[in-house]
């Protein structure tokens, strides 16, 4: 079955740690996202890339790096700089512009 | 960027009962989008309106445009407990960037 892969499901890291989110998908999507979610709020874009090689900030990218080197993976990182990283991370693809977008069962990170 | 505002933010209902949710915008929006999101799990994508004063029915799930294309709502028909969860309303900005509203979490007396 085509879908999103996101791994792993819990995450726990120690404060001052970089960590890397894996998101990997078979839709054969060109567009790919990354969204966080905190308790009880909206989702809040990351990070977007519509093409590999190719990606763009939204409009919480402080402390966050991404890399799109193949078309179906869009890893996160999440860096020492990200003030409040405890969260829950989203990966989302699309096939075309304005189109629903597929997500993946997300990541809950945690920060100790 | 354009902004949705969702209402309300919460709401109980007992099981049977109808549920509506509204999405608000102040300028004129291309399309709106609507997820649902069960507790601990995604979102999942229900539908997507484009026309002005579109109305689209899933079941006991409405979808409405509004004619100035400024607001929609989703209404739930005779709630069950398998509606229990968080519905957004999404814009999409730009090329492909989606932007979400606060969502409503809806929560059910059985």
């Known amino acids: 079955d085509g879908g999103i892969t996101q791994s792993p499901k819990y995450l726990f890291r120690k404060e001052g740690q970089n960590v890397t989110l894996s998101c990997e998908q078979n839709?054969?999507?060109?567009?790919m996202y990354w969204y966080r979610q905190d308790p009880g709020q909206g989702l809040r874009l990351i990070y977007y890339?519509?093409?590999?090689?190719?990606?763009q900030k939204g409009d919480i990218a402080e402390g966050y790096s991404v890399s799109r080197e193949k078309k179906e993976s869009f890893p996160l990182t999440v860096t020492s700089a990200q003030k409040n990283p405890t969260a829950f991370y989203l990966c989302?693809?699309?096939?075309?512009?304005?189109?629903?977008?597929?997500f993946g069962s997300g990541t809950r990170l945690t920060v100790v | 960027g354009q902004q949705v505002m969702q209402i309300p933010q919460y709401q109980h209902v007992q099981e049977g009962e109808d549920f509506t949710t509204y999405c608000n915008s102040s300028?004129?929006?291309?399309?709106i989008q609507w997820y649902k999101q069960r507790p601990g799990g995604h979102p999942v994508f229900l539908i997507q309106l484009v026309k002005s004063g579109e109305v689209k029915k899933q079941k006991r799930l409405t979808f409405q445009f509004g004619e100035a294309k400024k607001n929609s709502s989703l209404h739930i028909t005779a709630t069950q407990t398998t509606d229990v969860g968080t519905y957004f309303c999404?814009?999409?900005?730009?090329?492909?960037?989606?932007?979400f509203g606060q969502g409503t979490r809806l929560t059910i007396n059985p």
């Open positions: 300028t004129t929006l291309s399309n």
């Open positions: 999404a814009l999409i900005q730009g090329a492909q960037k989606l932007v």
């Open positions: 989302a693809s699309s096939l075309r512009q304005r189109e629903g977008y597929t």
């Open positions: 890339s519509q093409i590999v090689n190719d990606f």
């Open positions: 839709l054969n999507h060109d567009a």
